[in-house]
């Protein structure tokens, strides 16, 4: 749509988000024999060895796959494949000259943060590299719509929480959480959308993404003792719960308790985006809580019930972490929201 001298600047940016959205072929229908389980194999990212170089278990996602099936609760032919998020995809979020900037390889590479990616040439870089990520936020973008026909859907993948509109980081280099939602907004027809961040690390790219937009209620249960100390964000937090290095699981299970009995009675979501990051894993290098496997089923299990009691479609993104167990210990909590019927992989087929 041509912009008219008539409208203001912000109503011009909001019609283009708007119709970028709705001629976006993210959103496309999914035969009832599928579940909302979204993966592709094209999420694994394999450079190569030099992925070895960052702690990410950057082929985990396709082991959380691989357990669910040889587990037998789910299906190889039932799983949905995304598409590659495009470039009109992502400027309903990112600007122009932050997608520019991905064109330089010693660019991604702070964002990666693996150092020896500024040697390659980009082209190299977009598809190793940044090609699973779009496929990944693809499949973000999409859980949404699977959430609101089937009420729960997992995109195992994305999570990329410390990207922001204008700046990456942290092995985020697009904002998946937040694109996710401004699809939601104009295709899903919802107005009030909860983040609830249980990743060990604060999620400062949605953040400052939502940071005036009252549509959008920001649960971050994190620790502040690690990246990204992003003092900025922590000011957007609706509800913030800061679990120290250390904490252990009953400490946690509990505070989780808490902080959902609040959000209930704060907010009352159509919508709830669940970033279960795996790095609060007891061993993990990086999130330093001491939570158990069981912990972490336990976790999700509380989250999953949250939502199914107040009718809210839920999205799962497998966001960080960064230990070899990380992809079991995801599996083994799918398979016990299967056995709660809180998910139901067998409804369709």
Same mark, same amino acid.
């Given at each position: 749509m041509s912009s008219s001298s008539s409208t203001s600047p912000t109503g011009d940016a909001v019609t283009l988000r708007r119709n970028r959205i709705l001629s976006s072929k993210l959103y496309f229908d999914v035969p009832l024999s599928k579940v909302p389980l979204i993966y592709s194999s094209a999420y694994d990212i394999s450079f190569l060895g030099i992925e070895k170089l960052h702690p990410f278990d950057s082929s985990k996602w396709g082991r959380v796959c691989r357990f669910l099936i040889v587990e037998g609760v789910l299906d190889k032919n039932g799983i949905v494949e995304p598409l590659e998020a495009s470039k009109d995809d992502l400027l309903v979020v990112h600007s122009e000259s932050y997608l520019s900037s991905l064109k330089s390889s010693p660019n991604v590479a702070m964002i990666i943060e693996v150092?020896?990616?500024?040697?390659?040439?980009?082209?190299?870089?977009?598809?190793?590299?940044?090609?699973?990520?779009?496929?990944?936020?693809?499949?973000?973008?999409?859980?949404?719509?699977?959430?609101?026909?089937?009420?729960?859907?997992?995109?195992?993948?994305?999570?990329?929480?410390?990207?922001?509109?204008?700046?990456?980081?942290?092995?985020? !280099? =697009? !904002?998946?959480?937040?694109?996710?939602?401004?699809?939601?907004?104009?295709?899903? *027809?919802?107005?009030?959308?909860?983040?609830?961040?249980?990743? !060990?690390?604060?999620?400062?790219?949605?953040?400052?993404?939502?940071? *005036?937009?009252?549509?959008? =209620?920001?649960?971050?249960? =994190? *620790?502040?003792?690690? =990246?990204?100390?992003?003092?900025?964000?922590r000011r957007y937090i609706d509800q913030k719960v800061e679990v120290v290095s250390g904490t252990t699981t009953n400490e946690y299970l509990r505070k989780l308790d808490e902080a959902l009995e609040l959000a209930g009675q704060k907010f009352d979501p159509e919508l709830v985006v669940y970033n279960a990051g795996t790095d609060i894993l007891d061993g993990d290098p990086l999130g330093r809580l001491k939570i158990s496997p069981d912990g972490i089923t336990a976790r999700d299990e509380k989250v999953f019930m949250f939502a199914r009691e107040r009718n809210a479609p839920l999205v799962m993104l497998t966001s960080g972490g960064y230990t070899k167990t990380s992809a079991r210990v995801i599996a083994d909590s799918i398979v016990n929201l299967s056995k709660k019927c809180l998910i139901d992989f067998h409804r369709s087929r």
């Open positions: 150092p020896p990616v500024a040697l390659f040439p980009n082209c190299l870089v977009q598809q190793k590299v940044l090609f699973p990520f779009r496929k990944q936020v693809g499949g973000t973008i999409l859980a949404a719509k699977l959430a609101k026909e089937q009420g729960w859907a997992i995109n195992v993948g994305g999570g990329f929480h410390h990207c922001s509109s204008e700046k990456g980081g942290g092995f985020c !280099a =697009y !904002a998946d959480i937040s694109l996710c939602i401004h699809y939601a907004f104009v295709r899903l *027809n919802v107005s009030r959308v909860m983040i609830i961040d249980l990743d !060990a690390h604060q999620g400062n790219g949605h953040e400052m993404d939502f940071s *005036n937009d009252s549509r959008v =209620y920001i649960l971050d249960m =994190y *620790n502040p003792g690690i =990246y990204p100390f992003d003092y900025e964000a």
